[in-house]
């Protein structure tokens, strides 16, 4: 969803791509929607939901894929929403290529979450190997964090990924011509994955996925260390090349 900010005395208007919990509260006349937290998505997708420098470099705009102004401000800090005991961290979209800022989520001791919920709209994929790409690159995070991950996926595909990455299966328990239900089994151990193969059936189908999330504490060590061992590919990378120039500005002459 999009939220809508607007400074008291300023006509600044803030628009963020944003999830937001809403809780149901018992009134007397029923139950009423209370909202309960909100993340506003700091992962932009360059062009896509904003135009890089276009302040300091208008002429960037003529780039952008639309002819109006579209562009989102990134979000300032991270929300973890607390539900049932449980704490989970939401990526919003392409937030899930991005192992750092999951990462972050379960590096705080502060606010170590139990699990993700990746909300994303892939319909502009229309049925191609998009859909598939996107549920791939969420398994990483998965891998790497021990976090499941919940995806609910504008068409496609939704699914629930254990902290091992694998993608669970479902079994259908409801069909009819307007929508399918599927379920994934509590005991989430005792679930089969669900093949590559058949990700393609998830695909553009109307319907609900029923789950119990399985809840994983592990730890790994990208999620306590990080991405020591890029930088320590690049810092023997840059000694290496640096080495040749060492040795001749050190070396005394004949």
Request: aromatic content about 14%.
């Amino acid at each position: 969803m999009e939220a809508y900010e607007q400074e008291l005395g300023e006509q600044d208007e803030r628009r963020y791509n944003s999830a937001v919990m809403i809780l149901a509260h018992q009134e007397p006349d029923g139950f009423q929607g209370v909202p309960s937290g909100r993340y506003d998505k700091m992962h932009r997708v360059p062009f896509g939901e904003y135009v890089p420098f276009q302040e300091s470099m208008p002429w960037m705009k003529t780039f952008a894929p639309y002819d109006f102004e579209y562009s989102i401000r990134s979000g300032k800090q991270f929300t973890n929403f607390n539900l049932d005991g449980y704490s989970f961290g939401v990526l919003i979209c392409f937030e899930d290529t991005d192992p750092v800022l999951a990462r972050q989520y379960v590096a705080r001791p502060e606010a170590n979450a139990d699990f993700f919920i990746n909300i994303s709209n892939d319909g502009w994929w229309r049925g191609t190997s998009g859909h598939d790409e996107h549920l791939a690159i969420s398994r990483f995070r998965a891998i790497e964090t021990r976090r499941a991950v919940c995806r609910a996926v504008n068409m496609g595909i939704s699914a629930v990924i254990d902290g091992s990455g694998r993608v669970l299966e479902p079994q259908r328990i409801l069909s009819s011509h307007e929508a399918k239900i599927w379920q994934i089994p509590s005991d989430s151990s005792s679930s089969p994955e669900l093949p590559v193969s058949h990700w393609s059936e998830f695909k553009q189908v109307p319907g609900v996925l029923l789950a119990s999330v399985p809840i994983d504490h592990r730890s790994s060590l990208y999620a306590q260390w990080g991405d020591w061992f890029p930088w320590t590919c690049w810092l023997v990378l840059g000694m290496g090349l640096a080495w040749p120039w060492i040795r001749t500005s050190t070396r005394k002459p004949a």
